[in-house]
């Protein structure tokens, strides 16, 4: 077992070394090549651990005894260890594909070198045993992302995504550490704790820091704003390991620190369910609105982790208060969820980086007509769409339904005051639902359907079959768990959670097939090609479509006060009683909140601060001489004293 | 799945596609009625669907796969949905897919496809209404979602099967609690199914249209299964109400008469519903765009109310 998990560590740092170190054409196909190898080894490796009688197995135990290094597996990590495997294995499928067709030479080396080396800091974060492994591993996986992320640093909005992602990944580093180093003072040992309660306020303080640098990392709201920034910026393979694997990452440490390290309590649930409820909401509205594609996807990453919080977050309010069946179908829920989100949004990020590649652009405005152009990336698109949109049978479909039946039992068993707050939840839970559904629509038909709106649109053409190849590893397996997750969740030893998906998908089969064959038969089967209706005047260009801003313009203006859109107009006129206009501008700006309301004041702060402390700091010797001489002074002084 | 099951799903299956036409027809009638106008034969719905299946189908140059599957699927998708949904036999073994949350999600399917294929071809009237449609249906969502919870909540089973069997049982149609939940299971049909005042479903004009501005490109047996499917849906959502407000009739062993006069009740209560959509329609105007949010919300307090009266009790 052990040496199997070094081998499969050494596949995936030879891939990483390869590239890096070889300059040869083409190289990455061969470092792809060992991390499909990985990926499928490390799949193989972590399913026998899932199963219900497996227990925690120690891989590798470092000799070091202040600062121990532990990496073991045990279910928790297994499932996510199988969502990297599968996620590797794609990506080792798109990568060469998309660095060919990359402009730029020395950098694609890079990339291909440090995807592997990512994954495997990810990886070992997930199985990492001791709080002092996860520290080490944690930042190890924040520094590898940052240099992905600058790879295609000459574009100015790169440079800034990817300092403000250093910026906030460092933060939320600083909140692991200091959860961390909390949780040494009550506990005394690296080891994780199980279970902490008491009054001992340094426990609660401890959980505090410790969200709050996982929060940082999975993009709640209000830590989010690197986020959208930072996943489209990097190269479209890396932004599919960001947003599906990365925040998976952190989701498994929030699993398993509010699930492992403290008793849950209501206090935790309701700080969870609350920032999950806002991060659900508000990052699915963001997405809505968004132009550019894999901004959206970003965005949409955002509401999933809220989505995933709230599950969560049920799941402690529901051990809090004795309901052990309801919290487990909300936790099998979110995680049901986090794994299936990690698989669709690296589907949808790789398909949609395909799109882009072929387009040469991000914005949906500028798209359309892609499906007829790219069928097999559309196809696959729309396989992540339904997905995501949670259409049953389709994965994304399982996580809301478990949700959903959590927050509705909930309704049914728990205290008045408390199904207020269900009934709160569940309706902000399901716009955040409806809402998917509408930002899908519009990420697939403005982008896939109907007449392309640039010329770049309309030169894109298919990518070749390892491009989609990739995407289709994670469209069947993302249909697959949705279809057969009734079987899964039997073996892993929790049934009747849900209904039957297997028999609502022959049934949905079946019933097709039989109006298929019915109309068929029975019908006409007289068919013409034609213009789109015209209403009698000329062939509709695409400049008569709807565009992606006007999609959404009814959903904005409905929520016009959380988009905090200001219309202006201004106005000349030639005389003075205003009769005859002149010109004017007119526009619609949607403000930041947050980046205007949080951020930037924070930043200022900071700024002003700092300049501060850099006029004490002026370079002049006789200053310093000065300050040394009061400090041993004062030192004399309190030495003195307490003498 | 048993022999009982097998033939539960085809008698309600057979029995919805039979009688749904009959109820579009006699909206219509009804509305035609209250204008002063004779209006058309109670039978023309399925004389329309005949017409349809028979003509020959087109489709826009620019169009992709989503217009040759979604028919089929929005069709299928629906006739899945009323497996959840008895409308005159209750069989004793529920379904294995019986549950309240998989049918919601099965209409938003059935949504996301007709607002894909509203933007497959490219017409600016399909955009407007894929655009309008999934612009109401965010904010009608959560409503449906609360509305049903309290459903569930009330009636304490998460399966359709199980809530008309306790509407039956335990509460009587006076029952302040069925009577707060008829208030927006009706606005449900009113919204789902596209009529006055929110969609008018006789209009071609682009100001007012959603649902016919996406559809407003099929043709052929296309238009007929979506028609039909559209009759369906309206159906399924009125035997909810139908047969929680008024469960009389429904058959609970299986006997030849049990069904018949199952059916025949069914076919009354229906009729009725449908003359009081009719008149509701009449009676309104079609609201503003941007005013529909309001009407919603209604829905969305009664269904809270009943919510909260159920607490108190």
Redesign the interface.
Same mark, same amino acid.
């Given at each position: 077992m052990s040496e199997l998990f070094l081998f499969i560590v050494l596949l995936y740092t030879l891939s990483g070394v390869i590239p890096l170190c070889i300059r040869k054409k083409r190289i990455w196909s061969v470092s792809s090549i060992i991390m499909c190898g990985g990926g499928i080894l490390l799949t193989l490796f972590s399913l026998p651990c899932l199963l219900p009688s497996s227990a925690k197995t120690i891989l590798f135990q470092g000799e070091w005894v202040t600062f121990p290094i532990t990496i073991g597996i045990d279910r928790l990590s297994a499932v996510f260890c199988i969502l990297l495997g599968i996620l590797s294995l794609s990506v080792a499928l798109y990568t060469p594909g998309y660095l060919d067709r990359m402009h730029g030479n020395r950098r694609k080396y890079v990339v291909s070198g440090f995807i592997p080396l990512f994954l495997l800091s990810m990886l070992l974060v997930i199985l990492a045993g001791t709080t002092f492994a996860f520290l080490v591993f944690w930042e190890l996986m924040a520094i590898l992302s940052f240099f992905l992320v600058l790879t295609e640093f000459e574009e100015e909005k790169t440079r800034y995504a990817s300092l403000f992602y250093l910026a906030m990944t460092q933060l939320s580093t600083v909140f692991v550490f200091l959860g961390i180093l909390l949780i040494r003072m009550v506990t005394g040992s690296w080891e994780y704790p199980a279970l902490l309660s008491g009054n001992d306020p340094l426990i609660f303080l401890s959980f505090l820091c410790l969200f709050f640098g996982i929060a940082i990392k999975s993009g709640v709201i209000p830590f989010h704003k690197w986020l959208p920034h930072a996943h489209p910026a990097a190269p479209s393979p890396v932004s599919a390991l960001m947003s599906g694997m990365m925040i998976s990452t952190a989701l498994y440490a929030l699993f398993r620190v509010v699930t492992g390290f403290y008793t849950p309590g209501v206090v935790y649930g309701f700080l969870i369910l609350a920032f999950g409820c806002l991060t659900a909401v508000l990052g699915v509205m963001y997405a809505l609105k968004e132009q550019d594609l894999k901004g959206l996807l970003a965005y949409s990453s955002i509401d999933n982790t809220g989505i995933i919080l709230i599950g969560t977050g049920l799941w402690a309010v529901f051990s809090a208060f004795g309901y052990p069946a309801l919290a487990l179908m909300a936790l099998a829920g979110a995680v049901f969820h986090a794994i299936s989100h990690g698989l669709f949004k690296g589907l949808l990020f790789l398909t949609a980086g395909s799109v882009c590649q072929a387009a040469g652009t991000r914005n949906i405005d500028e798209m359309g007509g892609i499906l007829v152009r790219m069928p097999w990336t559309g196809g696959f698109f729309f396989i992540g769409v339904l997905s995501i949109a949670s259409i049953p049978p389709f994965s994304g479909f399982i996580g809301e339904l478990l949700i959903l039946q959590s927050l509705i039992g909930g309704l049914s068993e728990l205290s008045p005051l408390l199904q207020i707050v269900m009934v709160v939840v569940l309706s902000l839970f399901s716009l955040t639902g409806a809402l998917t559904v509408t930002t899908f629509v519009k990420a697939f038909g403005l982008t896939f359907l109907a007449l392309p709106r640039s010329e770049g649109a309309k030169k894109a053409r298919e990518v070749p079959w390892p491009m989609y190849a990739g995407p289709a590893v994670l469209a069947g397996v993302s249909a697959g768990l949705g279809i057969f997750s009734g079987q899964i969740f039997s073996f892993l030893g929790y049934p009747g959670l849900l209904p039957d998906l297997l028999v609502l998908f022959l049934l949905l089969l079946g019933t097709t097939i039989l109006v298929y064959a019915a109309v068929w038969s029975y019908a006409s089967r007289k068919t013409r090609i034609t213009r789109t209706w015209d209403c009698g005047m000329m062939a509709p260009s695409s400049r008569m479509e709807y565009t992606g801003s006007g999609f959404t313009e009814p959903v904005v203006r409905f929520f016009g006060a959380l988009y905090r859109t200001r219309i202006f107009s201004t106005r000349e006129y030639l005389d003075p009683h205003q009769c005859l206009y002149k010109s004017g501008t007119g526009g619609i700006r949607l403000m930041k909140y947050f980046e205007e309301c949080l951020y930037l004041p924070i930043a200022r702060r900071i700024d002003r601060y700092a300049s501060l402390v850099s006029s004490l700091q002026n370079g002049d010797v006789d200053r310093y001489v000065l300050y040394v001489f009061c400090t041993v002074l004062v030192l004399i002084l309190i030495l003195g004293w307490s003498a | 799945?048993n022999g009982e099951s097998i033939l539960f799903g085809l008698l309600n299956v057979a029995f919805v596609l039979l009688i749904s036409p009959f109820f579009m027809m006699v909206i219509k009638k009804v509305k035609a009625r209250v204008q002063g106008r004779e209006g058309p034969h109670l039978l023309q719905g399925y004389y329309n669907l005949a017409k349809l299946?028979?003509?020959?189908? *087109?489709?826009?140059?620019?169009a /992709?796969?989503?217009s040759r599957i979604a028919p089929?699927?929005a069709? !299928?998708?629906l006739?899945?949905a009323a497996?959840q949904i008895p409308l005159i036999w209750i069989p004793e073994q529920e379904l294995?897919?019986?549950?309240i949350?998989?049918f919601l999600?099965?209409l938003?399917?059935g949504? *996301?496809l007709i607002?894909?294929l /509203?933007?497959?071809?490219?017409?600016?009237f399909g955009?407007?209404g !894929?655009?309008?449609e999934?612009?109401l249906?965010?904010?009608?969502?959560?409503v449906?979602?609360?509305v049903f919870?309290a459903l569930?909540?009330v009636m304490?089973s998460?399966s359709i099967h199980g809530i008309f069997r306790t509407a039956m049982t335990t509460f009587p149609a006076y029952s302040p609690t069925v009577l707060l939940l008829s208030v927006p299971l009706f606005i449900l049909i009113i919204v789902e199914t596209g009529r006055v005042p929110v969609d008018n479903p006789e209009t071609h004009l682009e100001l007012t249209m959603v649902h016919e501005g996406m559809l407003?490109?099929t043709s052929?047996?296309n238009l007929?299964?979506f028609e039909l499917s559209h009759a369906v849906k309206q159906t399924l959502l009125m035997a909810i109400l139908l047969n929680i407000v008024v469960p009389a009739g429904i058959a609970l062993e299986l006997s030849a008469f049990a069904l018949v006069l199952g059916g025949a009740v069914f076919l009354l209560k229906g009729t009725v519903l449908c003359v009081i959509i009719g008149l509701f329609e009449s009676a309104y105007a079609k609201m503003r765009?941007?005013q529909i949010?309001n009407f919603f919300m209604i829905a969305?307090f009664f269904s809270?109310l009943t919510?909260f009266i159920e607490?108190m009790m």
């Open positions: - | 799945m299946f028979r003509k020959e189908t *087109l489709y826009s140059e620019y /992709g796969f989503i089929y699927a069709l !299928s998708i006739l899945v497996l294995v897919t019986a549950n949350i998989v999600y099965l938003v399917a949504r *996301l607002a894909l /509203g933007l497959d071809t490219a017409s600016t955009g407007m !894929s655009s309008r999934m612009s249906s965010a904010i009608i969502e959560p449906t979602v609360v919870a569930v909540y304490g998460f407003l490109d052929g047996r007929a299964l765009f941007f949010p969305f809270i919510i607490v």
